[in-house]
């Protein structure tokens, strides 16, 4: 009777999951269409769970261990249910195996619940401090009723009560994890994330791919709409990667804007596409509000317009692209993507781009620099160096891409310091002058696609008319721009970040330089050097080369803050309880040096700006031509003439 009952509760999820699964499909399925190969995706994801996945997981070790006791247990526990209680195998050895992984998922669940006792404030509450409890009711409960299969205790144990607790503790358990599996809950972003996984918009990013991709998909100018204006204008399989959340909150712990205070929370905001996806109000959202904004206000459906329904337009403004957000997303969901598909409606279709967007755009278009300086003014900095400009060599082994930093007096230091040092090392270099352009990294970050592309093509037919070797430039936005988005518009050259080239020319022995006196240095990693790009150690190679151990911040590396230059927030400018730039320099401070070394105009830009005594702010580049060892090439001395004696 009790094992009837079982098979019945059993086979009764599993129907509900499958439901669930077909309901919950239909939802995503309201997105756009988008090319995906379904079977190679299932085939990948276990893969990509088991190691992309877990390999950002892993950064908490005592989480990643539970983590893998929990879930690990709880799939292999769920498939031997399957075959001890509703198909019946009597096998002592699969009930054994069934025993064994219920206990793995009981010792990771009360791990769970003791972590859900005190949790982080990142965490959401609401449902989800109810889960640990569903898994131990889950595996207690299973638990119990396999020990008479496995031979453990005699059949027919245990009086009707205990049976009937027992039956309660499987619904419970079922409910949660099968049932809720599909139909919403805690336990939904297990389903979601494996889809989400195998049909991630970007399968380049996992490591039977690329491993990195991190440039703006191409958007088509000749659609009937531009941007994502309603839930429903996403890819489908975005809107499965905004359901796979969990809620876990890395990406708020690690957002530049929430932390000051701007009306942005990255978890927020994908909840709250998961809202407009399946309809309703974030009334139920328990995790932390966009700063400034109160919880409950806001609705809407998969077929209404996303801003002032479910977002004010201050919070998409707020993102710097910083991609701290889709770095630590143990889910790796696309955070900055869905912001900058949102913009793109805004800039292109309302023209609803605040502050001084608008300026900056007709800037673009009208000097081909958002400053709006004239454009033959862009190497007015080199007047007295001589460079060579392409134009009349038409050839050179590196094509400096000066940037729009030629404009800015303090960048002109930083771009004076790498040419001493390109023409100390015997580099055959040239530039464009006054046929460069700006990148378009800013016009594409406000949304302007149109103006991205119409830059980007012309800076391609420039490039594309003269021979080179490799692209090298001071700016990681134009380095990234030029490296990963102008090959779907037909540009594809090799780019390198200044810092990778002159560690290049430096190891191989190109030109010297002396240790130097400073020892109190800290490193701040760009974030379109760093996270977009994965440059981390020619940096710090080149610092090591000057005799400087980097005191290094709590926040570095892959875990830098930003600066607060990117996306086009310093042009935004929305307001919050803080500067970012003012919150990076407090880290600086934190290490007690007296400099801190740059690779990027922004980032010198924002830190410099930072108002009260601070550490000086140079470039690596102006590091390195302060200590370069100039070698006189000896001069001959003429050979004396004999003198002649008079007869």
């Given amino acids: 009777m009790l094992d009837n009952l079982l098979r019945i509760l059993i086979a009764a999820a599993l129907v509900l999951l499958v439901i669930g699964a077909w309901r919950r499909i239909r939802l995503w399925r309201q997105g756009q269409a988008d090319s995906v190969n379904l079977l190679a995706g299932l085939a990948k994801m276990p893969r990509r769970y088991l190691v992309d996945l877990h390999h950002v997981v892993a950064r908490d070790k005592a989480m990643s261990h539970t983590h893998v006791a929990t879930a690990g247990g709880f799939v292999a526990s769920a498939a031997l ?9 009597n096998n002592a050895i699969l009930s054994g195996a069934l025993l064994v992984t219920l206990a793995v998922m009981f010792v990771g669940a009360t791990f769970v619940f003791r972590r859900r006792l005190n949790p982080p404030s990142r965490l959401s ?18 638990f119990i009723l396999t ?13 009707w009560l205990l049976a009937t607790v027992l039956l309660l503790g499987v619904v419970w358990g079922m409910g949660e994890l099968f049932f809720g599996m599909t139909w919403g809950g805690p336990m939904k972003h297990a389903f979601a994330g494996a889809m989400h996984l195998a049909f991630h918009r970007r399968a380049e990013r996992f490591t039977d791919g690329e491993g990195r991709s991190t440039g703006l998909k191409l958007l088509d100018l000749t659609a009937a709409k531009l941007g994502v204006e309603k839930p429903a204008d996403f890819k ?11 809620q876990c909150g890395r990406c708020e712990a690690a957002c530049p804007a929430f932390a000051a205070g701007q009306p942005l929370n990255p978890k927020k ?4 596409m998961v809202v407009g996806m399946a309809g309703g109000t974030d009334a139920k959202y328990a995790g932390s509000p966009y700063p400034g904004i109160e919880v409950g206000h806001h609705g809407g459906s998969a077929h209404q317009p996303i801003v002032n329904g479910l977002v004010e337009a201050e919070t998409l403004w707020s993102c710097t692209t910083c991609r ?21 409606f805004l800039t292109l279709e309302k023209g609803a781009t605040p502050n001084k967007g608008p300026e900056v755009l007709e800037n673009l278009i009208a000097t081909d620099n958002p400053g709006g300086f004239e454009p033959g003014s862009r190497m007015h900095w080199a007047a007295d160096l001589s460079l060579p400009i392409m134009a009349d060599v038409k050839e050179a082994d590196v094509l400096f891409w000066v940037g729009d930093g030629g404009f800015d007096m303090r960048n002109q230091r930083t771009l004076r310091s790498f040419v001493k040092l390109l023409k100390a090392a015997g580099v055959n270099m040239a530039v464009l002058a006054d046929e460069e352009r700006d990148s378009g990294d800013v016009a594409r970050r406000l949304g302007d696609e149109a103006t991205f592309q119409w830059l980007a093509k012309r800076n391609i037919a420039v490039l594309n008319s003269y021979r080179f070797k490799t692209i090298v430039t001071c700016d990681p936005h134009s380095f990234h721009v030029l490296k990963n988005e102008y090959p779907a518009l037909g540009g594809q050259y090799q780019v390198k970040h200044h810092t990778t080239y002159l560690n290049e020319l430096l190891q191989a022995g190109r030109f010297k330089v002396e240790k130097t006196p400073l020892t109190s240095v800290t490193y701040h990693d760009p974030c379109y050097l760093g996270r977009y790009n994965g440059e981390y ?7 090591k080369s000057l005799g400087i151990e980097v005191k290094e911040m709590e926040r570095s590396g892959f875990r830098s803050r930003c600066c607060g230059g990117g996306g086009g927030a310093p042009i935004t400018d929305i307001p919050g309880k803080q500067r970012i730039p003012d919150m990076r320099m407090d880290d600086v401070k934190q290490t007690g040096a007296e400099i801190v070394a740059v690779g990027c105009p922004q980032c010198t830009a924002m830190l410099e700006g930072v108002v009260g005594p601070r550490p000086e702010v140079k470039d690596l580049a102006e590091l390195l031509a302060d200590a370069l060892v100039i070698e006189e090439t000896p001069v001959k001395k003429p050979t004396p003439v004999a003198q002649g004696v008079a007869a």
């Fill in 324 to 344: 701290a957000c889709v770095e630590e997303c143990p889910m790796m969901i696309e955070h900055v993507d869905a912001i900058v598909d949102m913009r793109r």
């Fill in 147 to 159: 020990l008479p299969a496995a031979g453990v205790l005699p059949e027919n144990t245990g009086s």
């Fill in 81 to 89: 249910i399957v075959l001890v209680h509703l198909f019946g195998v």
């Fill in 269 to 272: 905001l994908i909840q709250d």
């Fill in 537 to 543: 150690e020619a940096p710090r190679q080149l610092l």
């Fill in 236 to 246: 489908w399989n975005q809107l499965l990667g905004f359901d796979a959340c969990v």
């Fill in 125 to 142: 509450k609401g449902p989800w401090m109810r889960l640990p409890k569903s898994l131990l009711a889950f595996a207690v409960s299973f």
